[in-house]
């Protein structure tokens, strides 16, 4: 029930694998922005480690009550600017989906499908909350303007 189609999917080439946790034959990307935040992470000498989709977190779904397991975009280990070491997961996603979709004038099956969405996103995101909550991590949700990236119709 996705609602927005990922148009571009690939194999990031990790460059330094000493960095990354988790099999380097498999780093997916499943969006442009996903792959500019994998470039950083690796290149960036202050990212100690970090990993894609390396981190998996039950949830309950609000749609059908049931567990499901969430596939955190990113986990990273980071020398901060104190030189304290910190750890993350990072979810990548569009700003419009970070919050409830508007109500249009007239309910569609789209709008309907991103209320959904958005419930269960809620719902992941409240499970990574307390799963970093539980291990000194925190989780961070970034969208383009986190990214630097101007938003367009084509989302990559």
């Known amino acids: 029930m996705a609602t927005y189609k990922t148009t571009y999917r690939g194999v990031y080439r990790v460059l330094n694998p000493q960095k990354y946790r988790g099999d380097i034959t498999q780093v997916i990307w499943r969006s442009t922005w996903e792959l500019r935040f994998m470039k950083w992470c690796d290149s960036n000498s202050s990212v100690l480690e970090w990993g894609s989709e390396t981190v998996i977190i039950p949830y309950v779904s609000p749609v059908d009550k049931r567990?499901?397991?969430?596939?955190?975009?990113f986990y990273m280990k980071v020398l901060d600017k104190k030189q304290q070491i910190k750890k993350y997961l990072v979810e990548i996603k569009p700003e419009r989906f970070t919050r409830p979709p508007e109500k249009p004038k007239r309910v569609t099956k789209k709008f309907i499908d991103e209320v959904f969405q958005y419930g269960v996103n809620e719902a992941k995101w409240k499970a990574a909350f307390e799963y970093c909550s539980d291990r000194n991590m925190s989780f961070l949700i970034?969208?383009?303007?986190?990214?630097g990236i101007k938003e367009?119709?084509?989302h990559g």
């Open 67 to 73: 567990v499901h397991r969430y596939f955190v975009d």
């Open 142 to 147: 970034l969208t383009e303007k986190d990214l």
């Open 152 to 154: 367009s119709k084509k």
